[in-house]
């Protein structure tokens, strides 16, 4: 389903802050069992935002919240619980996605089909895989060929791809004989299956590779900017990190290097800020180039709620506008400020600190989520690392593959790279490092999921 797709992995993080007061109320109401409630040894369950449980840990696993539920998976089947704690859908499929506008896939006895918040069955299990609707539209797949279905199951576009994308910017990517094009929502080709690479359509512009060089595409399918970089990123807020010659810069909508190519590494702009590296330093970028936070970390996130996660040595803290420590640096690993805390990681356990850097969640869990967390953002954070564009995010989870063989959908993936899988084959494929070493984007309303007592390798070492 679709990193979350079939099991589509995702960086320039945006939490709804605007939320969090709102999903604290609603989390407090529930709040009537304390902080040492006893857990269930390797159980998730969910908690508030002082730290008293909403859900006893009783669960192998709970994903992140997306449209107001998260996904639990328990006795080899997956379920759906609110931010409440209220199970509304007792596990008993196989495998499941997030709710994506409304609908979430699901399958059961090996087809796919969609049910809504209820978990009431709208569109019946026919399909052989199913992914997350995406502007009014569902990727799904018979006999290994991809199509799309409006929210009544009727097929928009045959089953005619090996491999498509979800829709962004009314176009979605799809793949022919080794070979990238576009479609409409009607399906019609607007960009035959012709070129060596592609991304999604972003502020009206999709990078596209042809003769080994990437340029921009128009939604009429012409080049708004001819083929001539070796590497590209999406547009954001009018400008794309594009490499040339081994080093980064940033072009304009009208292919204009309005940011000269200097940089080893480059994100994408956010709030007028982007995030790059210079030498052996990581510092932050204004659109016009200059740096408003000299390159002197050693690692360095995007700013998210006013504040960029940033390591000195082995330690994380945080920095505010200015680039001086407003957390200084004393964790081991981190996540980006999200509805008004951060997961910090001390002596290997998680627990939550406020922007002043007064701790609100005790250190005390193998395995956190954040508290508000973008699903479909632009970027996916990393905790240990640097926020790169994530792979395609399988709706179902992630999974990286160490030795077994989880059940492949498309495409199949190799021993130890990102894939997409079903995740419903073995408690290890559900409870896997990768969900954490991919950070991806999740709306968490007010709620975090984590495992009291999971026993997992964490977040992994540069």
Request: glycine letters at 14%; a positive charge.
């Amino acid at each position: 389903m679709t990193p979350p797709s079939s099991l589509r992995l995702a960086a320039a993080l945006c939490a709804a802050a605007c939320l969090a007061a709102a999903a604290q109320a609603r989390a407090q109401e529930d709040l009537s069992l304390p902080p040492s409630a006893p857990a269930k040894t390797n159980a998730w369950g969910l908690v508030g935002r002082d730290g008293t449980w909403v859900a006893t840990p009783r669960y192998s696993y709970i994903a992140g919240f997306s449209e107001g539920f998260a996904r639990i998976f328990l006795k080899g089947k997956w379920g759906f619980i609110s931010r409440r704690g209220v199970v509304v859908s007792e596990p008993r499929f196989s495998d499941a996605d997030d709710f994506h506008e409304g609908l979430a896939a699901a399958v059961i006895d090996g087809k796919t089909g969609y049910v809504n918040t209820d978990g009431d069955w709208v569109i019946l299990p026919a399909f052989d895989s199913g992914w997350g609707f995406s502007e009014g539209l569902a990727r799904v797949s018979q006999n290994r060929r991809m199509g799309f279905v409006d929210k009544r199951g009727k097929t928009v576009v045959p089953f005619r791809y090996p491999y498509a994308s979800h829709f962004s910017g009314g176009m979605a990517r799809v793949r022919q004989k080794e070979k990238w094009g576009f479609i409409d929502a009607a399906g019609n080709e607007v960009v035959l299956p012709s070129m060596e690479g592609a991304d999604d359509f972003s502020e009206g512009l999709a990078g596209a590779r042809l003769n080994g060089f990437w340029g921009f595409l128009n939604p009429e399918g012409k080049w708004a900017i001819g083929p001539r970089f070796d590497s590209q990123r999406a547009f954001s807020e009018g400008l794309a990190a594009v490499r040339e010659g081994g080093r980064w810069g940033y072009v304009n909508r009208n292919g204009i290097m309005v940011i000269e190519p200097a940089f080893s590494q480059a994100a994408d702009f956010s709030g007028g800020r982007a995030v790059a590296k210079l030498g052996d330093g990581w510092g932050i970028l204004n659109t016009r180039g200059a740096w408003t936070v000299d390159p002197k970390f050693d690692m360095l996130l995007p700013y998210s709620e006013g504040r960029a996660a940033a390591r000195e040595g082995d330690l994380w803290g945080f920095i505010d506008g200015s680039g001086a420590w407003a957390v200084k640096p004393a964790y081991e690993k981190v996540f980006p400020f999200a509805g008004g805390l951060a997961g910090v990681m001390l002596n290997g356990k998680w627990g939550f600190i406020d922007p002043s850097g007064k701790t609100v969640i005790k250190p005390a869990y193998s395995e956190v989520w954040n508290f508000q967390w973008a699903r479909r953002g632009k970027s996916a954070g990393r905790c240990d690392g640097w926020p790169w564009r994530a792979p395609p995010i399988p709706s179902s989870g992630l999974a990286r593959r160490q030795g077994g063989k989880p059940r492949s959908r498309t495409p199949p993936a190799k021993a130890g790279e990102w894939g997409l899988g079903r995740l419903a084959r073995s408690r290890l494929a559900v409870i896997v490092p990768m969900v954490i070493r991919a950070i991806i984007a999740k709306s968490f309303g007010g709620i975090a999921a984590y495992s009291r007592l999971l026993r997992l390798p964490g977040l992994p070492e540069r």
